[in-house]
């Protein structure tokens, strides 16, 4: 029950909303090689929708390592709890490799990542993904997936394909978000039936600060969510139903 979850992670984590991407890393004159890194508080680490840590709080931090070719490679961390407390591995953590690249305006971006889970055997597993995004009038659009093959820690195979959206209000730090996700597969994670994910907020920005707040939801209906998605003290439904989620990012 514990694992079902993890079956088709995204690593997108906009970190409030969040799906796990493979981070995006500043570039600039310094050399061939870049260093950045993220840390946030949340009240809680929603994954396609889903509380990761039964609706409680979340620390969750990140580092990247780019090259001036577009080959990065970046880890990602974050406490778990309640249903996302997969086998009794109290923490998530994610090791990415890929490869991005601006062509036209258009950004492009692909790689590997591998979800650990320290101190449970036979918990862990990984996926291909790969986005492309740009600017559309004052909007900033992103298409991408993730895809998990079949294996044995999640019992099937499943893939996720979602959009995100962002609109930055001039002369202001706001930035507008949108998200929407579909995952479909034999794993766990949809449970014999497709799973929507969606979010929608806000952005403020201040130096290297940003505050996210959000709605975050899944179309998983209360007597579904209750029988698939508990394990921890909040109800499955508690977890999967629309809720506002809040984060705070520092990066350097």
Do not use: C
Request: aromatic share 12%; proline share 3%.
């Amino acid at each position: 029950m514990k694992k079902i979850i993890k079956a088709a992670l995204a690593t997108t984590v906009l970190a409030s909303a969040f799906a796990i991407a493979a981070p995006a890393y500043a570039e600039d004159d310094a050399g061939p090689i870049t260093v950045s890194g993220s840390a946030t508080i949340a009240t809680q680490y929603s994954l396609r929708g889903i509380s990761q840590t039964d609706n409680d709080a979340a620390i969750q931090g990140g580092i990247t390592i780019g090259h001036e070719s577009g080959l990065y490679v970046s880890t990602w961390a974050s406490n778990l709890a309640g249903y996302g407390d997969f086998g009794g591995s109290h923490m998530e953590l994610d090791l990415i490799a890929g490869y991005s690249k601006d062509i036209g305006g258009v950004s492009l971006d692909g790689g590997f990542v591998y979800y650990a889970n320290p101190g449970v055997s036979g918990a862990d597993f990984w996926e291909l993904y790969g986005s492309v995004s740009g600017d559309l009038g004052p909007a900033n659009l992103k298409l991408g997936t993730y895809w998990t093959p079949k294996q044995d820690s999640l019992g099937g195979h499943n893939i996720w394909v979602y959009s995100d959206l962002g609109i930055a209000i001039p002369n202001t730090p706001i930035t507008l978000k949108g998200h929407v996700g579909y995952s479909d597969g034999t794993t766990g994670y949809t449970r014999g039936g497709d799973v929507f994910d969606y979010s929608f907020g806000a952005d403020i920005a201040w130096k290297a600060l940003t505050l996210n707040v959000s709605f975050v939801g899944t179309d998983i209906g209360t007597a579904r969510g209750n029988a698939f998605w508990g394990g921890g003290a909040a109800s499955g439904h508690d977890i999967t139903k629309g809720r506002v989620v809040a984060s705070l990012t520092a990066a350097f």
